[in-house]
């Protein structure tokens, strides 16, 4: 069974970091890129960023592009998000989502996360 | 700010079909790339519902169904139960910004 476990998450002041961890188990971790979604409060769903199979490719979005960077270690199954000079318009529940098909980025999130909640606040 | 617009509520009975739109443009679903569907319900997780504009990952019932014309997509759920209540979203790649989702649509079953 695939499980995906974020952790990380919490209530930081505008401009600090943190850093978000996801423990992934039940799939070849390696064979896989892997995804951060976020999602605001009440709000919708907006991509973050995602990371091949290597960790040697990783593209994000504009909105957190030169401030989060995402990284993965495959000896140890996990999925990282370092998330710097934070604002209160990040704060959202962040999911981690494997993506499919195997090798590619370019696919669908199959599995999801239970999320992990970031509040930016003073 | 998304690229691709959903209709922020539809409703029906149970026993219904209803049909949720996704609207883009020429720089993603038209742009040839497929389209893919999540539900969530309440408090929990996006679930991969609908992946390749038309294909059901294993244990999705049949009721729920995919299509992609042109510039938009839909997701027909027939014979509506009381456990499709939820949010849907549709998602593509877009040339400028990457991966996207779509607005949003929360199905009600009266």
């Known amino acids: 069974e695939v499980q995906l476990l974020e952790s990380g998450g919490g209530l930081v002041q505008p401009g600090e970091s943190l850093r978000l961890s996801c423990a992934a188990s039940g799939f070849t971790f390696s064979s896989f890129a892997m995804s951060w979604v976020r999602q605001p409060p009440g709000k919708g769903l907006e991509w973050v960023s995602v990371?091949?199979?290597?960790?040697?490719?990783?593209y994000y979005a504009d909105s957190v592009k030169g401030r989060f960077t995402i990284s993965r270690d495959n000896s140890k199954r996990t999925l990282y998000l370092q998330v710097n000079s934070l604002r209160a318009e990040d704060t959202a529940v962040y999911y981690c989502?494997?993506?499919?098909?195997?090798?590619?980025?370019?696919?669908?999130?199959?599995?999801w996360g239970q999320g992990t909640l970031v509040t930016v606040s003073s | 700010q998304s690229v691709l617009t959903q209709p922020p509520s539809v409703s029906g009975a149970p026993g219904q079909r209803v049909t949720i739109s996704c609207t883009g443009s020429?720089?993603?679903?038209?742009?040839?790339?497929?389209v893919h569907w999540y539900q969530q319900l309440p408090g929990t997780a996006p679930k991969l519902l609908i992946y390749?504009?038309?294909n059901r990952p294993s244990g999705v019932p049949d009721r729920f169904s995919g299509s992609k014309s042109g510039t938009s997509a839909s997701l027909a759920v027939t014979g509506l139960q009381a456990e499709d209540e939820a949010d849907y979203y549709c998602q593509s790649y877009d040339s400028s910004l990457s991966r996207v989702f779509g607005t949003g649509t929360k199905v009600t079953v009266l």
């Open positions: 390749g504009n038309t």
């Open positions: 020429s720089s993603n679903i038209g742009a040839g790339y497929d």
């Open positions: 989502a494997k993506v499919a098909p195997e090798m590619t980025t370019w696919g669908y999130f199959d599995y």
């Open positions: 990371i091949n199979v290597s960790g040697g490719s990783t």
